[in-house]
Structures are given as C-alpha cells and as structure tokens.
C-alpha cells in the first residue's frame, strides 16, 4: 500500500473520531439544555400573588330545579332581603314558594396587579337542594376578601357543562348540574396594593425548599446580570437587588424570569394513595437486593335465609334464621430474590417481579422500607 493512501486512511479515521465526538459533545449539549427550566417555573416573586375572593348569592330563573324553600329557608330570608333593598315589603307571614331560585356560594382569584374595571371569571356552586343551575342568572353578589373588603361584583348568566332529565322516578344525568362557571362574570372595584415596588430588593421564592438549587438560581443570576446581583437568605428565600425605576424593575424582572437553571436532583420518594392503590415514585428511587415473600389471604362470608314452616294445624309459627358458610383461602407465597436496581426501570421490573396487585404493593414497599432495601422516602396521601 502506498504512503499517499496511508495517509488518505490516518486522515479519515481522524475525521470520523472527531465527528464521533462532536456528535457526543452535542447529545451532552442537548441533554443539559432538555433538563434545565426557565427561573419563572422553578421560583415565584414575593408579592405577586393571587388572593381568593368569596361572596354568596342567588341564581334566579330556574327551570323548576331551584331550592326547596321547606328545607332551605336561608333561601327564602335571602330573596326576602333583596326584595326589601329594591323596595319590595311583603305582608308578615307570607309564605314564599320559590322553585325557580337557588342560594349559591360564588367564588374567584383576583390576580396580581388586578386594576378597578377589569373582568374575572366566578364559579358558582350551589349550597341547597337545587337540581340544576342550567339556564340561571347570577344577580349581583360583591365578592369580598379575607379582610372583609368587596374587591369584586359578580353578576351574569351561568354557563353549565352538563344536562339532565327526569320523570316518573327515572333520572339521567351527564356531568355535574350544580356548578356553573361565567366568564368574566366579575369586575374588579379595588385593587390589591402591591409592595413590589418598593425598596431596591426583591425576592425569589423557590417552589420547593432545597438548599443546591437555590445556590444554582445564585450563581445563574449573578453570571448573567454581575456579582453580588443575588445572594441565598436560606434554602428557599434569594434576595435580588433590582433597579429603582418601575420601568426598569419590569424589564428586570423580565430577564431574570427567562433565566436557565437546571435544578438539583430531587429526593428519591415514592407516593402511596391508600385510597385507589396508586403507586408513584421518581427517577432517583433505588433498590437493595433483598427477599420478599408475599400470600394472599381472603376469608369469605355466605349468608342464606333459612324459613322454617310449622305443620299446618299445629299452631306453630313460622320461624326466619340465617345459615352462614365461611370459606377461608390462603394463597401460597413464593419467596423472590429481587436483585438491586440503580435505576428506576430496574425498581419497576424487581417490583413486578412479585405480581402483587396495587394494595398489595403498599404493604410490600412498606416492609422494604423498614427493612432498608428501599432507598427512598415514603409518603402516603
């Protein structure tokens, strides 16, 4: 083989290395670009938040679904109050049958920086008997604040995602009938005073408490807008200094919100819903060898009316008893030697190794985690 074609070859084996590394060095590039969020998805500004709003109403013009007025009466006190603040006096003693009116509680968030004028959207839930909202109008109902103040008035016609009939003890219903939404049934009359302007500090408050990331957050701020930017107060809590210009302080805020951090590995945990049998865990959750031997045991309980029937003419009497068969079964359990996984597609297969159903699973990751093969924290909801 000739010098000039051994080189050609040193040549293109060099070229394919590099390409080879470049093409790693890229998937790397991708990988911690794909895992890092933007700092407005991992933290919130103290301050900007929204603040629920409350109020109780009527819901007039039913089709016959409202309340009924003899196990509601705080219903009836209600319209009678309204008729009175729109100078309707009833004659005392008048009693009142209302199908066609519903109590109802409306309920709202008032987002930050919300101004007098602006509209929101109010659910309305009804608190009595009603069948069905469909069709109803919500009239005016202020919508007022933990400390009492009216930051809202709700008024308009309630929208619900649902229907249903009924006749002659047969009902069909699709979805829910007594809760409705309006949109922008709401306008704002107060607006909620905001400290974000003041002082030449803000604070970034971490979603989750955790020391790495919030040293992260740190160190991403003060790379991109220059040193002693932003300094950690504790694992949750960072102190930015802004400008003092409110125009400025938005533009700030603006690109310090757009910032890429890439948060720090979360605690291994698994979730447990005692209620439904879900099972949860994330990625960090890791797995000793260990042995797990499970059985099923499940005791049945038939109960049958025996009728004993006296001889006719014999002046006995007919006597009801019940005859109870109870059937215990114990299913065999095979011990299983479940080998450690440093992954969570190695957990997930160990684990359906035992072909435990889900309620058998909570009490089988409990005994693991006691035992001290299961290296993640438990938490049951």
Request: hydrophobic share 45%.
């Amino acid at each position: 083989m000739s010098t000039a074609i051994k080189m050609k070859l040193k040549i293109a084996n060099i070229g394919k290395a590099l390409l080879g590394a470049a093409l790693c060095a890229g998937s790397l590039l991708i990988w911690q670009v794909a895992h890092a969020e933007r700092l407005k998805d991992l933290a919130s500004i103290q301050g900007v938040r929204q603040n629920q709003l409350i109020g109780y109403g009527l819901v007039v013009g039913l089709d016959g679904s409202g309340d009924q007025t003899t196990q509601t009466p705080f219903t009836v006190q209600s319209v009678v109050s309204m008729l009175q603040s729109l100078g309707v006096n009833l004659p005392p003693g008048t009693s009142l049958q209302l199908k066609n009116v519903a109590a109802v509680m409306v309920t709202a968030s008032l987002p930050a920086f919300s101004q007098p004028g602006q509209t929101l959207d109010v659910t309305v839930s009804s608190m009595g008997n009603a069948k069905s909202l469909r069709g109803g109008t919500l009239v005016m109902t202020p919508l007022k604040g933990a400390d009492g103040q009216i930051y809202a008035i709700a008024q308009g016609n309630v929208l619900v995602g649902g229907v249903g009939a009924a006749a002659s003890g047969s009902k069909a219903q699709i979805n829910h009938l007594s809760v409705g939404r309006i949109s922008s049934g709401a306008t704002v009359e107060r607006a909620v005073p905001s400290s974000l302007g003041q002082g030449e500090m803000i604070y970034l408050e971490l979603n989750d408490t955790d020391f790495s990331t919030a040293s992260r957050v740190v160190e991403a701020v003060n790379r991109r807008f220059g040193p002693e930017t932003a300094a950690a107060q504790d694992g949750r809590v960072i102190r930015v200094r802004a400008p003092q210009s409110s125009d400025q302080r938005v533009a700030f805020l603006g690109a310090l919100e757009s910032i890429n951090v890439t948060p720090a590995q979360t605690n291994a945990k698994v979730i447990l819903n005692a209620r439904t049998g879900s099972v949860v865990m994330n990625q960090a959750v890791t797995l000793d060898s260990c042995a797990v031997s499970h059985g099923n045991l499940s005791v049945v309980i038939n109960t049958e009316p025996v009728i004993s029937q006296p001889a006719p003419m014999s002046g006995g009497q007919t006597v009801v008893t019940s005859a109870s068969q109870i059937d215990i079964k114990k299913e065999p359990g095979q011990v299983l030697l479940l080998k450690g996984g440093t992954s969570l597609a190695d957990v997930v297969k160990a684990l359906n190794a035992i072909g435990a159903t889900p309620q058998d699973l909570l009490a089988i990751l409990q005994a693991m985690k006691a035992a001290g093969s299961l290296r993640a924290e438990l938490e049951i909801i």
